[in-house]
């Protein structure tokens, strides 16, 4: 039951997190609404996070840099596969990056730092919630 819960708050907490990450992108290309968006079906994407429980656990002495790389690394793995099933089952993947650093449209080296910080994030989230009864 708890790692149900914690997948439900990881994918809640992803989808929240995009829609502000894309709204201030909205602002800081001129859309004073800084409209922000995301897709229903990220939401078991970003809970796919309770996977990484047991890693964190594990690697938790290792250096800030060499985890939030490991994450990087990760969460670029899962975006790109996610996509790449989700274009053969539907026929498209929902986001395509179009920048000149991306990879296949499915994932783009653009992300990096934002994605470093989001595995490190997650650290601390994972411990919160192991804190915590819900």
Same mark, same amino acid.
């Given at each position: $039951? ?11 907490? !992803?989808?929240?997190?995009?829609? #502000?990450?894309?709204? #201030?992108?909205?602002?800081? &290309? !001129?859309?004073?609404? $800084? ?6 079906? $990220?939401?078991? #994407? ?11 656990? &594990?690697?938790?002495?290792?250096? %800030? ?29 929902? %986001? ?10 499915? #994932? ?6 934002? %994605?470093?910080?989001?595995?490190? !994030? ?8 192991? &804190?915590?009864?819900?």
């Amino acid at each position: $039951m708890k790692t149900l819960k914690h997948f439900l708050i990881y994918g809640i907490v !992803g989808l929240v997190l995009e829609v #502000i990450y894309t709204g #201030i992108a909205s602002l800081l &290309k !001129g859309d004073y609404s $800084m409209q922000g968006f995301t897709f229903l079906v $990220m939401f078991p #994407i970003y809970g796919l996070a309770v996977f990484l429980e047991p890693l964190h656990s &594990k690697i938790r002495t290792i250096p %800030w840099w060499i985890r939030g790389t490991f994450y990087l690394t990760l969460i670029w793995l899962v975006e790109y596969t996610s996509g790449l099933m989700l274009a053969i089952i539907l026929g498209h993947c929902p %986001w395509h990056y179009s920048d000149p650093l991306n990879i296949n449209g499915l #994932i783009t080296l653009k992300m990096a730092p934002e %994605w470093f910080l989001a595995g490190l !994030g997650f650290e601390f989230l994972h411990d919160y919630l192991d &804190k915590i009864t819900i």
